[in-house]
């Protein structure tokens, strides 16, 4: 019996203080399966943010190429209208510049007016172009007081590349989040 009782006695060690207690081993299943319990509730948690962000992050790229590819609305004048409302009131004359038919590489020049057709004055900021291949280059005076007008030159370099360009000709004006812009296209043959 006095074996049975040392064996007893070694395998129940009493705990007394400050003993310290060995700390409970899991399972490398529980483990994991708590990984993946977090995992999944982060995921919950920031899913619906996500899909948010990726919605809009859609639906303004689609805008951009929507206004990019979009024939300007035209005032009684022939002018074009803006075409986004969060754009400065600006009507340019022409409302679209057609270089036509060109050989490739070739330098295109044209002069646009901007007038302010807003109650306020305006402070235009900069201009420039959805491609590297046009430039605008806008005049030193940039105060646009309402109804007045400044013209812009736009030079287009038609590349290499054959077929119809169609570039978008922006120009940004103080407090207002989008350009008023203007499409310019050339016809490349070879």
């Known amino acids: 019996m006095s074996r049975k009782k040392n064996r007893a006695n070694r395998r129940k060690k009493t705990v007394t ?12 299943l529980t483990v994991w399966g708590l990984i993946v319990v977090g995992v999944a509730l982060a995921a919950f948690a920031i899913g619906p943010f996500a899909r948010f962000d990726l919605a809009q ?21 022939g002018s074009a209208l803006p075409l986004d ?32 057709t807003g109650r ?16 605008l280059e806008l005049p030193a005076r940039r105060r646009l007081e309402p109804g007045a007008s400044m013209n812009i030159n736009i030079t287009m370099d038609s590349e ?23 499409p310019v296209t050339v016809t490349v043959i070879e």
Not at 17 to 28: E, F, N
Not at 69 to 74: D, S
Not at 97 to 111: C, K, L, Q, R, W
């Open 57 to 77: 992050q859609q639906a303004e790229e689609a805008s951009a190429t929507a206004t990019e590819n979009v024939i300007p609305a035209r005032a009684d004048d």
């Open 120 to 135: 306020e004055t305006l402070q235009i900021v900069r201009g420039g172009a959805s491609c590297p291949c046009t430039q």
């Open 17 to 28: 203080q400050g003993d310290t207690v060995p700390a409970r081993r899991y399972s490398g």
């Open 160 to 182: 290499n590349r054959a077929g119809l360009k169609t570039v978008t000709a922006r120009v940004f004006a103080a407090g207002f989040e989008a350009p008023a812009t203007l």
């Open 85 to 116: 409302p969060g754009a400065p009131p600006i009507q340019f004359r022409p409302g679209r510049i057609e270089f036509g038919e060109s050989a490739p590489n070739t330098m295109h020049d044209a002069v646009a007016q901007i007038t302010n």
